[in-house]
């Protein structure tokens, strides 16, 4: 089983709809969780945090969390072109060898305008 | 304001050679990170170090070594590059873990080809 889980997608989206990403997690001790975004060709960028269960939002961003579950979501309300991309789950943990971020394999986002 | 820079951007080997990929924050973060990037695998962990001295291994660390030089440098080291190696090497750091701990930062990406 791996550590952090997306679905691969692609998710295709019509403009101004809601998009649903969500992720599952194996370690029940991880701490904080993080969802990035990446265009093509580009490096990660933050999007988000979260480290406490339930909702946090930011702009058209919502994450959620439900560490009960093992599960972190992100919805973005109002979808646009510019916001497809490749969205990365990632999960901070404390193991062996001291905290360490696994990231999921990514999603693929579509925005159809 | 640099934050994680990476070296080289670009790459290419002849299978056998070898080659050593620079990293260095100036954030003062105590873990930094080697990750991979295949298409469609997302980012994979190769090596990571949690602390100045300390280095660990992650799901995909065979084929590289890493030396933690100080807090500022994480160099990851190639021996004998395999085509299989081919990919996108990140580079990042963060603060240590717990809380928001864990919040990655990350360079501009090594661009390897492996022939």
């Known amino acids: 089983q791996k550590e952090v889980e997306q679905n691969s997608g692609p998710l295709s989206v019509p403009e101004g709809a809601i998009a649903s990403l969500n992720c599952t997690y194996s370690?029940?001790?991880?701490?904080?969780f993080f969802w990035y975004r990446q265009y093509s060709g580009k490096s990660p960028e933050l999007i988000m945090f979260i480290y406490s269960n339930g909702d946090k939002e930011d702009g058209r961003f919502t994450a959620q969390l439900n560490k009960a579950s093992q599960y972190v979501s992100l919805l973005i309300r109002d979808s646009q072109p510019s916001d497809s991309a490749t969205y990365l789950c990632?999960?901070?943990?404390?193991?062996?060898?001291?905290?360490?971020?696994?990231f999921g394999a990514g999603t693929r986002l579509f925005v159809k305008a | 304001n640099a934050g994680v820079t990476q070296t080289p951007k670009f790459q290419v080997l002849k299978t056998g050679q070898s080659m050593t990929l620079q990293c260095a924050q100036d954030?003062?973060?105590?873990?930094m990170y080697w990750y991979r990037q295949d298409p469609g695998m997302g980012l994979r962990l190769i090596y990571y170090s949690a602390s100045e001295g300390t280095t660990d291994k992650g799901e995909v660390p065979n084929g590289y070594n890493v030396s933690r030089l100080n807090k500022r440098e994480f160099s990851l080291r190639l021996e004998s590059a395999a085509p299989s190696q081919t990919s996108v090497y990140f580079c990042a750091s963060s603060e240590a873990g717990g809380g928001t701990g864990g919040l990655a930062f990350f360079g501009q990406g090594t661009r390897l080809t492996v022939v």
């Open positions: 370690d029940r001790g991880s701490q904080s």
């Open positions: 990632a999960v901070n943990s404390l193991n062996t060898g001291g905290f360490k971020t696994i």
């Open positions: 954030m003062n973060h105590n873990s």
